[in-house]
């Protein structure tokens, strides 16, 4: 049987690498996206991946993108949760537009999706949700009060949900990358990245999205049966817990 993913913010940075891994691994993959509409028609172009516009922070129009996946494609068998934005600045600057955009798009968005597919899941009884956290949701980082947040947000949610469906064949997981080497990253400026950014990682070097894909693959796939709850860390050793 050929399972079906969707990847939220499936076609940019770590969220395409996890995309075409999925696909590259037998998934019929979908990615989904919110505002680049060229660079998502690019993406589609290139890898034969369909693409799904909606709004991750909007229930409703969640349910209608999802709708339009499985008629497309079928039953989502695995979701991951990649859809993210920053809105970055100190909590005494910080609006209140700041604050919700970022935790209804990064968390809100978690609740959404997942409670979208999760009935699905549970009457057939297999299902994969994969949350893409982060480094600052374990640590903290100035300036992130709301991304912070939003990221370790997720991860009590996840070992809610993963306690709540593992007697039907569910696993819920976490992955919680660093400084990955997507073009937002490698767009800073090449002497900051040596001098503040690199020091603090001690394999010395930026991750790659593909290891981040190729971490997600395998918790989709059915040999990750027995990992449930759980948060893996893919930073190099730049935070250790």
């Known amino acids: 049987m050929t399972r079906v993913a969707l990847v939220t913010g499936g076609t940019r940075g770590i969220g395409a690498a996890i995309s075409v891994g999925l696909k590259e691994a037998g998934y019929k993959v979908a990615a989904s996206f919110a505002g680049n509409e ?32 499985e008629n497309a494609l079928g039953p989502v068998d695995v979701l991951v949760n990649n ?14 537009e700041q604050w919700q955009s970022v935790i209804r798009t990064n968390l ?23 949350t893409i956290s982060s480094i ?9 009060s709301n991304y912070a947040a939003a990221k370790a947000g997720v991860v009590g949610f996840s070992k809610s949900l993963a306690q709540e469906n593992a007697a039907k064949g569910i696993t819920v997981n976490v992955v919680a990358p660093g400084y990955i080497g ?17 020091p603090q990682i001690p394999v010395g070097r930026l991750g790659e999205p593909e290891e981040v894909a190729r971490c997600v693959t395998f918790l989709a796939s059915e040999d990750a049966g027995f990992i449930t709850g759980s948060t893996i860390t893919i930073n190099g050793g730049q935070y250790m817990c």
Do not use: Y
């Not at 060229?38 to 229930?59: H, L, N, Q, Y």
């Not at 997942?114 to 549970?122: D, T």
């Not at 997507?182 to 690199?198: F, G, S, Y």
């Open 136 to 144: 600052n949701g374990q640590k903290g980082q100035f300036g992130q």
């Open 83 to 96: 859809a993210g934005i920053t809105r970055d600045t100190t909590l005494h600057k910080m609006t209140a």
């Open 108 to 130: 809100d968005s978690v609740f959404n999706l997942s409670r979208l597919v999760i009935e699905g899941m549970r009457a057939r009884s297999f299902g994969r949700i994969i």
């Open 38 to 69: 060229e660079a998502a028609r690019a993406f589609e172009s290139k890898t034969g991946i369909p693409v799904f516009r909606w709004d991750v922070g909007d229930f409703e129009a969640c349910r209608q993108g999802i709708a339009a996946v």
């Open 182 to 198: 997507t073009e937002m990253v490698r767009a800073v400026p090449e002497d900051v990245l040596k001098a503040k950014i690199l």
